[in-house]
């Protein structure tokens, strides 16, 4: 074949190839490769995560682990610290957050501040200390908002730490000063729940979900609020807190409070 025929040819094919991207397309499209199945899911947030103990040797199960942050309280994250004591939390957006640690029979502790900047995580040490005295989960955690007539929406979801909803979990809202009766809810197949016209105020959150290590913290709703749930695997060899095989309480209002104060 002569030069000026290879050269020719080599022009048609690349012609060929400017002419049908399409066809390219489609072979690639029939082998069965998904072109956007490898990428890995876009992270839209920071990652917040941490270690609870008691010592460098003895790690804290089942802590219940409260990530807000400072600046928008309605935004609520809850987890548990895992059979090595870690927690995790993924996709916050930037900002100062406080993180709350609690668990029957140890000091509950805050750390705030904590700052958050994507693509950055933070990662916190939580020691916690043994309880000099138990306290009742009623009466237990931070110290409550005042008491108002006030009513909010209280919507939420409950997923595994991998993000898989999980459905029929016991979600209990229970207000400890005895201002309103509990709220109790069960998440719906995609893991959610909602509970209207809730009492703003102090009200302690507990979920309990079948093989999962259960979640109890207390939480200050003043406003609407979006609550977060992520529940962490039991371990087989979980040494539960007393406390947690007791049945859960109803808390009764003081006698010498006004009934107008009293929602049913």
């Keep these: 074949m002569h030069s000026r025929q290879v050269i020719v040819l080599i022009a048609a094919l690349a012609l060929t190839c400017l002419v049908q991207p399409g066809a390219r397309r489609a072979v690639a499209q029939d082998d069965g490769v998904d072109p956007d199945a490898a990428k890995p899911p876009i992270q839209q947030g920071s990652r917040l995560q941490g270690r609870v103990h008691l010592s460098r040797t003895r790690m804290v199960v089942g802590a219940t682990v409260l990530v807000q942050q400072q600046d928008d309280p309605s935004r609520i994250f809850v987890t548990s610290s895992d059979e090595k004591g870690r927690f995790r939390v993924e996709d916050l957006p930037d900002g100062k957050y406080m993180v709350a640690i609690d668990r029957e029979g140890l000091e509950p502790i805050v750390k705030r501040h904590i700052a958050l900047r994507f693509p950055f995580r933070a990662v916190i040490e939580m020691p916690m200390t043994p309880q000099a005295e138990p306290v009742s989960p009623a009466v237990r955690t931070t110290q409550g908002s005042a008491s108002s007539t006030k009513k909010i929406l209280v919507q939420g979801r409950v997923v595994e730490r991998g993000g898989e909803p999980i459905p029929e979990v016991a979600v ?12 109790p809810v069960r998440t719906s197949d995609d893991g959610s729940f909602e ?5 703003a105020g102090h009200w302690r959150l507990e979920a309990r979900g079948a093989g999962y290590l259960p979640i109890r913290i207390g939480l200050d709703l003043d406003e609407d609020a979006l609550v977060d749930v992520a529940l962490v695997q039991q371990p087989a060899e979980y040494d539960s807190s007393p406390l947690e095989l007791m049945p859960p309480e109803e808390p009764i209002a003081p006698a010498d409070l006004p009934e107008v104060l009293v929602v049913e």
């Design 172 to 183: 209990r809202f229970i207000r400890p000063d005895g201002l309103a009766d509990p709220r």
């Design 195 to 199: 509970l209207p016209d809730v009492l």
